[in-house]
Nanobody, 122 residues
Framework: QVQLGESGGGLVQAGGSLRISCAASGSIPRINAMAWYRQAPGKGRELVAA???????YYANSVKGRFTISKDNAKNTLYLQMNSLKPESTAMYSC????????????????WGQGNQVTVSS
């Protein structure tokens, strides 16, 4: 239905900033919401941020005030601006599209990207 490709990950020093991107293709008009997830080694997958087609946003408590989710409809791209990065932010970040249920925040999505690594050094 929707194909997603992430980019922009890398190694960042603590306190630094990074913006990661997710380009979408396919059935773009049918996308009702998009989100960023992350998974650290030995831990479960965590919903970091989500944005609806209307622009409503959700943030995990651990990233509120530091991360900002946004989208550029003209470029069919989702962004996650990460500021004041901490070592505990180190994880594989994946984007997702099309919520399976009409619930906020969405409990699951239909389409997933492959993910990109973000590593924050001390």
């Amino acid at each position: 239905q929707v194909q997603l490709g992430e980019s922009g990950g890398g190694l960042v020093q603590a306190g630094g900033s990074l913006r990661i991107s997710c380009a979408a293709s396919g059935s773009i008009p049918r996308i009702n919401a998009m989100a960023w997830y992350r998974q650290a080694p030995g831990k479960g997958r965590e919903l970091v941020a989500a944005i609806s087609s209307q622009g409503s946003t959700y943030y995990a408590n651990s990233v509120k005030g530091r991360f900002t989710i946004s989208k550029d409809n003209a470029k069919n791209t989702l962004y996650l601006q990460m500021n004041s990065l901490k070592p505990e932010s180190t994880a594989m970040y994946s984007c997702a599209a099309n919520a399976r249920k009409f619930r906020w925040p969405p409990p699951d999505f239909r389409s997933w990207g492959q993910g990109n690594q973000v590593t924050v050094s001390s």
